[in-house]
């Protein structure tokens, strides 16, 4: 499949739990993954079988509500029922900073040889979410919105992650960011990257696209080319909705 034909692919947004068959619709064929904040909200999306979204069970680390009810028992309970662990992570004004070191190691334990994608906010804290990375052994993190300097990058590329960047990201960030580690997000709805929908990843398919002196359609292929691989390293794929699976098989 060429680039032009791929569908968009939005690797962190935020979408409601009770989001109806018509607004999904209106996304048409796009892939997004639809990361929650809460272990509630997880269980609130935990049946549903949506073809075009990947739901993401999450405990926010700026949400202390989330962190209050924070339990790694119904976490694993939850666990079976996704493809992907998000969002997690460290933020540095988000307060309860030893609750939020101890939340995100517990998750990261428990993930890390589970068939899952793991997508991972570092705002504020980019150092110490790649050294968990390595204290905890987890191979093939998401970054999103990462915003580390060049040891960071090394440091996260030597644990095999990846990185999900979005049109709110500077042009120096992008490109200090191996190509086959890169996805595209539109963290809907957050305001900086000024997506209109979710999948709306036009803007920073274009920037990307300058970055690396290729065309748009050869950015969506290489994001999609980078999560196949992935997937198929974490076993994620054999989780995944029908219908992206193939999009991957197909590539
Ligand atoms: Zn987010």
Redesign the pocket.
């Known amino acids: 499949m060429t680039g032009a034909k791929l569908p968009a692919l939005d690797a ?1 947004a ?1 979408i409601a739990p009770d989001v109806t068959q018509g607004q999904i619709a209106a996304l048409g064929n796009a892939v997004v993954f639809a ?1 929650t904040r809460s272990l509630h909200e997880a269980d609130q999306v935990k049946n549903r079988r949506d073809n075009s979204l990947v739901w993401g069970v999450g405990v ?1 680390p700026a949400v202390a509500a989330a962190r209050a009810v924070w339990d790694a028992a119904r976490f694993e309970e939850l666990l079976g029922s996704f493809a992907l662990v998000g ?1 997690i992570g460290l933020d540095r004004r988000g307060g309860s900073w030893a609750q939020q070191r101890s939340i995100f190691h517990e998750v990261l334990t428990i993930v890390r040889d589970e068939p899952v994608l793991v997508s991972v ?1 570092s705002s504020g804290a980019p150092t110490e979410v790649v050294q968990h990375l390595h204290d905890v052994n987890v191979r093939g993190a998401i970054l ?1 919105w990462f915003n580390g300097d060049d040891t960071d990058v090394k440091r996260a590329i030597d644990m095999d992650a990846y990185f999900s960047v979005n049109a709110a990201m500077s042009e120096e960030q992008l490109r200090r960011l191996p190509r086959d580690r890169v996805l595209c997000e539109t ?1 809907f709805p ?1 305001r900086k990257v000024r997506a209109r929908t979710p999948a709306d990843t036009q803007r920073i398919e274009k920037l990307l696209s300058e970055a690396w002196s290729i065309s748009t359609g050869e950015v969506r292929a290489t994001t999609w080319w980078n999560l196949r691989t992935l997937s198929e390293r974490s076993g994620a794929i054999e989780r995944l909705p029908e219908k992206i699976a193939d999009v991957l098989l197909y590539l």
């Open positions: 962190h935020h990361v926010h969002e906010h999103h963290d957050a």
